[in-house]
């Protein structure tokens, strides 16, 4: 496999459930993002980790939690969600340390909170 | 706080009819601000870097130029397989984690 790989592609949950999105990079990149992705509104950065410590929390509700075990995998553990938080969640990686190309991304998971 | 703001938020154009693309930002010391293209249920597909006023890069229909203040993405004659969410980006220097801050994105619909 190749680029970002994320799964599932479509996750339905109701507010008391705990679930966890999974992000995978082939790329030999060393930092990772969780973007959230929601109608009508700009990309918002959850996320960061970068050589594999975290470096940006944004300030994100504590019912997100992400884990980066290694630098070619990333989490999304969810817990207690609420409907507002039904989005499209974006991973990407990048290769820091070097003018590169921006983020290569993954094609998402569609989270519905019920 | 960097900030960027695309315009129009969306575009019906005629296929052939040449059109141009609005990305304005504010960042303390620009490294770099990207162009991606995303298709609906698909992530962002990269598709320029610019890194200095008056630089330009193309590819097939697209050019994409950089001013200190904006960049314009101009779409040359386009076609139906065009329509896109376009969306700009910039990175500030000195920030450790290669972060982007995007804008809201500029949807294009090419009518054949």
């Known amino acids: 496999e190749t680029g970002v790989t994320q799964t599932p592609r479509h996750l339905v949950m109701g507010m008391t459930n705990k679930k966890s999105l999974k992000c995978e990079q082939h790329l030999g990149h060393n930092a990772m993002y969780w973007y959230k992705q929601s109608a009508k509104k700009p990309l918002e950065l ?6 594999e410590e975290r470096v940006e929390n944004n ?3 504590s019912r997100f939690s992400p884990e ?3 630098s070619s995998h990333l989490f999304l553990h969810l817990h207690t969600l609420q409907p507002e938080d039904s989005a499209l969640y974006l991973c990407a990686s990048s290769q820091v340390l070097r003018q590169n190309y921006g983020y290569t991304f993954g094609s998402g998971t569609r989270l519905t909170v019920v | 706080e960097d900030q960027v703001t695309q315009s129009p938020e969306a575009l019906r154009l005629q296929e052939g009819e040449s059109s141009s693309l609005n990305c304005s930002y ?3 010391g620009l490294r770099g601000l990207f162009w991606y293209r995303q298709d609906p249920g698909k992530g962002p597909e990269f598709l320029f870097t610019l890194y200095s006023a008056g630089e ?3 590819k097939e229909r697209l050019k994409a130029t950089l001013t200190k203040k904006e960049s314009f993405l101009h779409i040359t004659a386009p076609k139906p397989e065009d329509s896109a969410t376009y969306l700009c980006a910039v990175q500030e220097g000195g920030n450790a984690g290669n972060m982007l801050t995007f804008g809201g994105g500029t949807r294009l619909m090419v009518k054949p």
């Open chain 1, 59 to 61: 300030s994100v509700p």
């Open chain 2, 56 to 58: 330009e890069k193309e």
């Open chain 1, 46 to 51: 959850m996320f960061v980790y970068s050589l």
């Open chain 1, 68 to 70: 980066c075990p290694n």
């Open chain 2, 26 to 28: 504010t960042v303390s």
